[in-house]
């Protein structure tokens, strides 16, 4: 099976399963291929670079593309008071965009605009904002450098403080101000934080460079209660061509799955996610056109 319509491509992410790619994975690179996918998003968290040159060198013989997604974490707070921290998290990007090269993505994308699950007690300030937007341009020299677009990610309020809203995203978008710095529509925080999430879209059409195609329960998409078809409309009629990337979750990995609230699976059996979750968003993404 291959893909059917080229205006959009559909990926995985590989959260799903873990958050370090290994070669005890790459049989879940062939299933991926036979289900119809044009892609795998990879957790870009840790590991070596050896783990992403053997993922490629895997990628290129069942021939997928990659994707590359990244998050900070308290000693890589991009919005940190310490300046040190912040360098930490300027660093991280830096090496996240390295294992992107490494992988041949054309794009990072993740809530690297602050860490996940750190929290102030209080609304973000001016200096927060600030010091993201320092940061991320500084990613977005070295992006652009590489060939990569960043795609970062507005996470719902009970992930995260600082970029919770489209219009939050937006705002860090034009602050940076960086033509390889844009924004990740991911339609689980959407369908909690927005009115309407198709009007963001539309709100939202100068920055949106990547998609995630997530159900309010991380479960299958389409048997959820996100307005799927009216999101897939408003993408068409922004002239989205990007990814479509399912971002699901299980307990596979207890540590990860504790970090998110996992707490219980949301499918039959976890290939239902993809195997389900394939032919739903094509179909879908035609019928929309």
């Not at 795998?40 to 997928?64: C, M, N, W």
């Not at 090269?101 to 690297?112: A, I, N, T, Y």
């Not at 995630?212 to 068409?236: C, M, W, Y």
Request: aromatic residues 10%; glycine residues 6%; negative net charge.
């Amino acid at each position: 099976m291959t893909s059917d319509f080229p205006s959009c491509r559909v990926g995985m992410n590989m959260l799903l399963w873990t958050d370090l790619v290994t070669a005890d994975h790459f049989p879940i690179f062939t299933a991926l291929k036979e289900a119809g996918f044009d892609g795998v998003e990879f957790p870009i968290h840790r590991g070596e670079t050896r783990h992403y040159k053997q993922a490629r060198a895997e990628l290129d013989r069942v021939g997928l593309q990659a994707t590359g997604i990244t998050s900070l974490l308290a000693d890589t707070n991009a919005i940190s008071p310490d300046p040190a921290v912040r360098h930490a998290a300027s660093e991280h990007m830096k090496w996240a965009l390295e294992m992107c090269s490494v992988l041949e993505s054309d794009r990072l994308s993740g809530p690297f605009h602050s860490a996940f699950k750190e929290f102030s007690g209080k609304a973000p300030t001016e200096d927060e904002k600030k010091w993201s937007a320092e940061v991320m341009r500084g990613a977005a020299e070295l992006a652009g450098s590489a060939g990569i677009q960043l795609a970062t990610e507005f996470l719902n309020r009970f992930e995260c403080y600082l970029v919770t809203t489209a219009a939050d995203a937006r705002a860090l978008v034009e602050a940076v101000d960086h033509p390889s710095f844009g924004m990740l529509f991911d339609t689980h925080h959407a369908h909690i934080e927005e009115r309407d999430s198709a009007a963001s879209i539309r709100a939202s059409s100068a920055c949106i460079k990547h998609v995630h195609i997530s159900e309010n329960d991380r479960g299958v998409p389409g048997k959820g209660q996100v307005h799927f078809p009216e999101i897939f409309t408003a993408l068409h009629e922004i002239g989205y061509d990007g990814w479509l990337t399912i971002e699901a979750f299980s307990r596979i990995s207890p540590e990860f799955a504790a970090a998110i609230h996992i707490w219980r699976d949301f499918f039959d059996s976890i290939d239902d996610i993809y195997r389900e979750g394939g032919p739903f968003i094509r179909r879908l993404w035609q019928e929309t056109a």
